[in-house]
T-cell receptor, first 114, second 112 residues
Framework: DAGVIQSPRHEVTEMGQEVTLRCKPI?????LFWYRQTMMRGLELLIY????????DSGMPEDRFSAKMPNASFSTLKIQPSEPRDSAVYFC????????????FGPGTRLLVL | KQEVTQIPAALSVPEGENLVLNCSFT??????LQWFRQDPGKGLTSLLL?????REQTSGRLNASLDKSSGRSTLYIAASQPGDSATYLC???????????FGKGTLLTVNP
């Protein structure tokens, strides 16, 4: 299995631009998670999908952030408009079923907003 | 709100030493606890998962223990090797939050 795939691996953009991060979970996994990691705040859950349905989006910082999961093999996290404080590493993870099971992380997308 | 603390933030040891990493959490009504490893510039790799009903889990040179009542977990690494150098994160599942709450990690350096 290829594991969780994320793209792009690195993104540099200017403030105000739209950013779209992509994730392909492990085949057969029903749950998908988006996390953000910064030095100050550590690793924080942004949103959690189960069977393509958002279950918990309480970690989404504000309306500039949106996430979709149109099918079992693809999810996007969009930031519009982006701001310098959004600079972080964004991880996607998947599990067979729910947050209670082992989560498998992708390599992350390192985002820099200038 | 669940809070997870890991001490120390950084640890440097000579190769071959046995070591213990600590994790504490504020809400003892947890479902499980997981230890992850993160290499620089990489994602997290799950090492061990302990269910709330368990006291410990072992995998190779790693042993993780859980004491729910005191809100503590330890990760014991035996006969450390330079390849063990990484950041180790503790994550607690459940409590008032139906999700994983992560500590900020312990950066381990094993010197040859």
């Amino acid at each position: 299995d290829a594991g969780v795939i994320q793209s792009p691996r690195h993104e540099v953009t200017e403030m105000g631009q739209e950013v779209t991060l992509r994730c392909k979970p492990i085949s057969g996994h029903n749950s998908l998670f988006w996390y953000r990691q910064t030095m100050m705040r550590g690793l924080e859950l942004l949103i959690y999908f189960n069977n393509n349905v958002p279950i918990d989006d309480s970690g989404m910082p504000e309306d500039r952030f949106s996430a979709k999961m149109p099918n079992a093999s693809f999810s996007t996290l969009k930031i519009q408009p982006s701001e310098p404080r959004d600079s972080a590493v964004y991880f996607c993870a998947s599990s067979r079923q729910g947050w209670e099971e082992t989560q498998y992380f992708g390599p992350g997308t390192r985002l820099l907003v200038l | 709100k669940q809070e997870v603390t890991q001490i120390p933030a950084a640890l440097s040891v000579p190769e071959g030493e046995n070591l213990v990493l600590n994790c504490s959490f504020t809400d003892s009504a947890i479902y499980n606890l997981q230890w992850f490893r993160q290499d620089p510039g990489k994602g997290l790799t799950s090492l061990l998962l302990i269910q709330s009903s368990q006291r410990e889990q072992t995998s190779g040179r790693l042993n993780a223990s859980l004491d729910k009542s005191s809100g503590r977990s330890t990760l014991y690494i035996a006969a450390s090797q330079p390849g063990d150098s990484a950041t180790y994160l503790c994550a607690v599942g459940g409590g008032s939050n139906y999700k994983l709450t992560f500590g900020k990690g312990t950066l381990l350096t094993v010197n040859p």
